[in-house]
């Protein structure tokens, strides 16, 4: 090949490259990364990238060199010279393939062992996945239970999903992990967050009509902050704890109502602090309300609400539990209304 022409090639795949990597980068495709897991997957990602953009690079160089340089006159109809391959071009073009497919795959190997690695002293969060809320337990602080996933900064979280009815799938973009919840199955996964921040947690699995409402928020704080939430949390311990308070915890019901007495701010179902004002409106004891809208929540819709999208299991909740909801409900309205 001339000097001149190599120049020429080199130029236009350096060219190439330059718009590729600019695509890459300057539009952000993906969101800011918050945890030590999402760094490594973002580093596999440009790892990946990098190289494909090097492949286009050469690709497009080869290409626009052999349309321009071996463009056949428009009254030229007679076949080109018989090839007959190239050793040397088949050797390459089999062994550098194949040494970049093995270095992504050694690349991503390490990065997945990492991922799973929880460390020695792991935060454990018993993740609820139902129809259509979340709810996070934490086992080692007196089984605290909240609808936001609150996590310290900097320490490896082992989350266990656990889900109620049907597959849910627990997603938060910034820290670029997905994983199904399954009925009967124990799934779990490693979160190192650290960044502190507000970031959106995402049902990302069709699991009924509330399922893009199916959303909640993980919230990252200093380790001194959680840990003034968790003592504010666990004052009086379980024992003293409102019975009916700890059934609407555990039950799911703060992932989508908003109630002041459990301070919760859920938006997918209609706000709890004024009770008693609607059932008024629908002509019944406060109490015989609040028990039929749970067991069966299409009988009464709220306002801007739609049927269909309160699940109907939790008629299936222990008699003792149900009622013990129903009382907090009954008591807790009068917190905000008298
Ligand atoms: Cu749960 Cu979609």
Not at 286 to 304: C, M, N, T, Y
Not at 310 to 334: I, W, Y
């Amino acid at each position: 090949m001339r000097r001149g022409a190599v120049v020429w090639l080199v130029a236009v795949a350096l060219a190439a490259c330059a718009v590729a990597l600019a695509v890459a980068f300057f539009i952000p495709w993906l969101p800011d990364t918050a945890s030590e897991e999402s760094e490594r997957i973002s580093f596999v990602f440009w790892f990946t990238t990098i190289i494909c953009i090097a492949i286009f690079g050469i690709v497009a160089g080869l290409t626009l060199y052999s349309v321009v340089k071996f463009r056949a006159p428009l009254d030229d109809d007679s076949d080109g010279p018989p090839i007959h391959g190239h050793t040397g071009i088949e050797i390459a073009w089999t062994a550098i393939p194949a040494v970049l497919v093995t270095a992504i795959g050694i690349v991503s190997a390490v990065v997945l062992a990492r991922n799973s690695d929880a460390g020695p002293n792991p935060l454990r969060v018993d993740v609820l996945g139902q129809q259509f809320a979340w709810s996070f337990t934490y086992p080692q602080q007196n089984r605290i239970t909240s609808g936001h996933l609150r996590l310290p900064v900097g320490r490896s979280v082992e989350l266990h999903f656990q889900a109620r009815d049907v597959i849910h799938s627990f997603w938060v973009p910034e820290f670029s992990q997905k994983q199904d919840t399954v009925p009967g199955l124990e799934t779990t996964l490693v979160i190192t967050p650290n960044k502190v921040g507000t970031f959106p947690v995402i049902c990302t699995e069709l699991c009924g009509l509330g399922h893009a409402l199916m959303r909640t928020q993980a919230i990252v704080m200093p380790q001194a902050e959680f840990d003034a939430w968790i003592r504010e949390r666990s004052q009086g311990g379980d024992g003293a704890r409102d019975p009916g308070l700890a059934v609407f915890d555990s039950a799911g019901c703060g992932g989508c109502h908003t109630l002041a007495a459990a301070r919760s701010s859920g938006e997918t179902g209609p706000p709890l602090d004024d009770l008693a004002s609607r059932a008024r409106q629908a002509g019944m004891p406060l109490e015989d309300f609040i028990r039929q809208s749970i067991v069966e929540p299409d009988a009464h819709i709220a306002e801007g609400y739609e049927a269909g999208v309160m699940p109907k299991t939790f008629g299936d909740l222990p008699k003792e539990q149900l009622d013990a909801l129903v009382r907090f409900l009954v008591e807790s309205r009068g917190d905000t209304t008298e």
